[in-house]
């Protein structure tokens, strides 16, 4: 037995959710199929909290204008050039209407409070964080008689020359174990969560990776769509991979477990030793570049280290750093070399020239005669108790994806647009982001692309 | 280490917080979390004070149960708060009483009201309890009205100590400089905080309660209690001011202020606690401190049961059952006043003081 919608959503994050409000208002029959539970709906998109998006004048949330160039710009800057110039710059102009669609959805933002991050001129922040905002989006999907059943995970999809026919489920809805439906938008993420996919690219080391959010993205749909001739896009071994506490649970520790101390100390592998400039650059980028830093490490695992003088410099963190009075007792409980530690941090403060310190700039302290050095922000480490966080590669989301078109329509291997398979959010953000990330580019990915998708889905199914 | 276990999650909860911050748009607790890195009992408390229960950071939060972080904000401040209120009594020895606060206050109620009764009954006859009496001075045909000012002046001024003293050492706890002084403008904006609600309504969305939808009307009927009680107490003072001012004496006719803010207040002293126990039975368990039943019933109870009997006695009161539900009402408003300082009837003044601190707080931030 089966059932016949005019428009199919897998996935239930932020993409799925904003592709089925836009394809239920274009007058089209929706179904979603979110392959969670109730509570861990919405996949990665339950712990986001901004959104980048261009504008042309500040606004009760901004606190200035961010042009479309800019933030083209700023997106040529972290992928180094690599992205596909005209739907980046098609999914720039979209966002800015983005901005105020989002909220016709029930969606509101936080007036800006001039509060923790840096990024109050180009990014918007969810009230009450990603959760809230889903939340919302859940409520008016519903409200108009959008279909949205969990625990629902698509097994199987039913895929005959580059078109949609029919998805099978893991467990029947309402007795019928396959779903039809004239048009398919996938969005069902990223393959972050599959450790044994990841394992293809990184070999063991996978094993030691952390994932910050869901485990429910283990990349089937990407994996079948790929398998059934959609045409792929992006280096599988990119990703958004941060340094996080290494002792966050292994999935959907959120955003709580990050550290952003980086620059206020050293950072040291399990042999004691420095292995990258802590003070290369400013956050954003600083924050990014850890995670393969750490990933290329031996057994995944760095310390940063640092001390009291610092402590209140950064974010307060979830779990408190490990103290020694002493450099070789701070060793002992991280089970580094005491010696090792002890040459590294006196090398270091040896190094250290004077400067006059400050963290929101390229400041002049910085270290001369050792490698790698430390070109910015470098203080000697000397003060007691002595203090140090273990971090691990976290894995935030995956960029391998299907290839789309300004409709976001999947493109097959033969180059042919698909009849009726359209594609948003994480599963198709390698479009955009060949690598690197800017903050809140995720959510402006699924937004964007989740309307357009959704819109060009009922469409479709309408004629 | 804190001086409770529930001190001890609500510390483990803040530092999840801290951390987080995504709920620092809904309400004053997370930015009053965001000036400090470390919390001790009084910040806590403080805290604890400043959380009005909408329930938004709970439906909110991406590691509410069952992620394993197990963070809900709104119950365990709920606990905090109530365990508080003991903690603070003044004076200490009958602290004890916020533990069995539904079971005294009903006995309160109870045994204020039989007295009243007998105590009528004693010093009348039947034929004065059960009469008829209208037009000016009727209700002091069973109580001199001298009597009946000094016992609810000295019921109301016990009251008043009682909370101030409590005030006081929850005053000092929460940070407040020792001998330190509120000033008139955070007073002025912890009023209008207050007044307004502010911090109930999910950042703006309105109270959650049985699900996630913010569809709670409890602001509502928070504002018809609230407001009933103090247009209660203004229809009584406006009585007192007559009385003593111009003569008149009681019962006035319906149209006369006294009688027009004390119905206007009746009703929402009726409505707004049907209200709040509606709410509070159909509301997630999640989100409730369970242990404090009797006390939330207990206080709901004690303020509908005001309400109702002055309500009856203003509709009866020109025939033979105003006597006895002249006994009822008095006896319930001194049941009142006497619990007040052992019962939920404090959140107020602890949450008040709070926002006074919060204001206080911002301003020096800023
Ligand atoms: C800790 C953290 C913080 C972040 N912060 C931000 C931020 O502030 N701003 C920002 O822009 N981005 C942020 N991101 C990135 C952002 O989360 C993602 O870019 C975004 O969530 C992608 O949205 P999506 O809808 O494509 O995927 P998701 O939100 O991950 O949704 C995918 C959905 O597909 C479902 N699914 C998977 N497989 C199946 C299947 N076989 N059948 C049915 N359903 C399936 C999943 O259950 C899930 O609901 C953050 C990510 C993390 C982990
Ligand atoms: S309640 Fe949850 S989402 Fe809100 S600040 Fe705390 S941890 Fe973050
Ligand atoms: S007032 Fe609401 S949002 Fe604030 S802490 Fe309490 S329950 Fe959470």
Redesign the interface.
């Known amino acids: 037995m089966s059932k016949k919608y005019d428009v199919l959503v897998i996935g239930g994050g932020n993409a799925a959710l904003c592709a089925a409000i836009a394809a239920r208002r274009g007058g089209a029959s929706v179904v979603v199929l979110e392959g969670a539970p109730k509570f861990y709906r919405g996949g990665n998109t339950r712990h986001t909290r901004n959104m980048r998006c261009a504008h042309d004048a500040a606004t009760e949330i901004l606190t200035g204008p961010y042009t479309e160039e800019e933030f083209w710009k700023d997106l040529l800057l972290v992928t180094g050039g690599q992205t596909d110039e005209e739907l980046a710059r098609h999914m720039i102009r979209e966002s800015k209407d983005i901005l105020n669609w989002i909220v016709e959805q029930g969606v509101r933002w936080q007036p800006s409070l001039g509060g923790t991050l840096s990024l109050g001129r180009t990014n918007s922040f969810f009230l009450g964080g990603g959760r809230a905002m889903l939340n919302a989006l859940y409520l008016t999907a519903e409200q108009l008689g959008v279909e949205i059943h969990y625990d629902a995970e698509v097994t199987d999809l039913v895929i005959e020359d580059g078109m949609f026919l029919a998805a099978r489920l893991k467990r029947p809805i309402d007795g019928a174990n396959e779903i039809r439906a004239t048009s398919l938008v996938a969005a069902a993420g990223g393959f972050e969560a599959n450790i044994e996919w990841l394992k293809e690219y990184w070999g063991d080391a996978a094993d030691n990776f952390l994932i910050r959010g869901t485990p429910y993205n283990r990349g089937s749909i990407l994996k079948m769509l790929l398998a059934k001739g959609v045409q792929d896009v992006g280096d599988p071994t990119q990703c958004h991979a941060v340094a996080i506490d290494a002792r966050a649970p292994k999935f959907d520790g959120g955003i709580i477990t990050r550290h952003d101390s980086v620059v206020f100390g050293i950072v040291v592998n399990k042999h004691a030793q420095r292995f990258y400039d802590e003070g290369e650059d400013i956050w954003p980028k600083r924050y990014a570049i850890w995670g393969r830093l750490v990933a290329a490490q031996p057994d995944q695992i760095a310390y940063i280290i640092f001390d009291s003088t610092v402590v209140t410099s950064f974010m307060p963190t979830l779990f408190p750093p490990i103290a020694g009075q002493t450099v070789a007792e701070l060793a002992g409980k991280l089970d580094l070399d005491p010696a090792a530690l002890e040459k590294t941090v006196a090398d270091f403060n040896a190094a250290v020239r004077p400067g006059i310190f400050d963290h929101t700039i390229l400041d002049d302290c910085r270290t001369e005669g050792i490698t790698p050095p430390k070109t910015h922000w470098a203080r000697r480490i000397e003060t007691p108790p002595y203090l140090a966080y273990p971090v691990r590669p976290g894995i935030t989301f995956t960029y391998l994806g299907t290839r789309v078109t300004r409709e976001a329509r999947m493109l097959m291997k033969d180059g042919k647009p698909s009849a009726n398979m359209f594609a948003a959010g994480e599963i198709m953000a390698g479009n955009v982001l060949g690598k690197g990330y800017a903050a809140g580019m995720g959510m402006t990915i699924g937004s964007v692309f989740g309307r357009i998708a959704g819109r060009e889905a009922a469409k479709h199914a309408r004629n | 280490m804190h001086g409770t276990r529930i001190l001890d999650e609500a510390d483990r909860l803040m530092?999840?917080c801290?951390?987080?911050?995504?709920?620092?748009?809904?309400c004053a607790v997370f930015?009053a979390m965001?000036m400090r890195?470390a919390f001790s009992d009084g910040d806590l408390n403080y805290l604890a004070h400043l959380c009005h229960a909408c329930g938004?950071?709970y439906?909110?939060?991406?590691?509410s149960p069952?992620?394993?972080?197990n963070v809900n904000v709104p119950k365990t401040l709920a606990v905090a708060r109530a365990e508080s209120y003991a903690a603070y009594a003044w004076p200490r020895a009958l602290s004890g009483v916020f533990a069995r606060n539904g079971l005294v206050i009903s006995l309160m109620a109870a045994l204020s009201m039989a007295a009243f009764i007998l105590g009528f009954a004693a010093a009348h006859d039947r034929d004065v309890l059960f009469g008829v009496h209208t037009g000016p001075g009727a209700f002091y045909k069973l109580m001199p009205h001298n009597a009946m000012a000094a016992l609810f002046g000295a019921a109301l001024l016990y009251a008043i100590l009682a909370l101030v003293m409590s005030v006081r050492t929850f005053w000092r706890d929460i940070g407040a400089p020792i001998g330190g002084r509120a000033d008139s403008g955070s007073i002025f904006q912890a009023i209008r905080d207050a007044g307004e609600l502010r911090y109930l309504h999910g950042?703006?969305?309105g109270c959650y309660n049985e699900d996630?939808?913010p569809t709670d009307r409890r602001k509502l009927y928070h504002h018809l209690t609230f407001y009933g009680f103090l247009l209660c107490f203004a229809a009584t003072c406006v009585g007192t001011l007559y009385h003593y001012l111009l003569g008149r004496e009681a019962p006035y006719p319906w149209w006369d202020l006294p009688v027009v803010l004390g119905t206007l207040g009746g009703i929402g002293l009726v409505v707004g606690p049907i209200g709040l126990f509606a709410a509070r039975m159909q509301r997630d368990s999640e989100l409730l401190d369970e242990g404090r039943y009797g006390m939330d019933v207990g206080f709901i109870a004690m303020v509908f049961l005001n309400g109702i009997t002055g309500l009856a006695l203003l509709s009866l009161r020109e025939t033979a059952a105003m006597g006895p539900l002249l006994a009822l009402h008095l006896g319930a408003v001194f049941a009142l006043f006497i619990t007040m300082p052992y019962g939920k009837f404090v959140h107020g003044i602890y949450r008040f003081t709070a926002l006074v601190r919060y204001a206080q707080e911002r301003r020096s931030a800023s």
């Open positions: 530092t999840v801290n951390s987080c911050r995504y709920c620092e748009g809904l930015p965001e890195r938004a950071c439906v909110d939060c991406q590691f069952p992620h394993e972080f950042g703006g969305v996630d939808r």
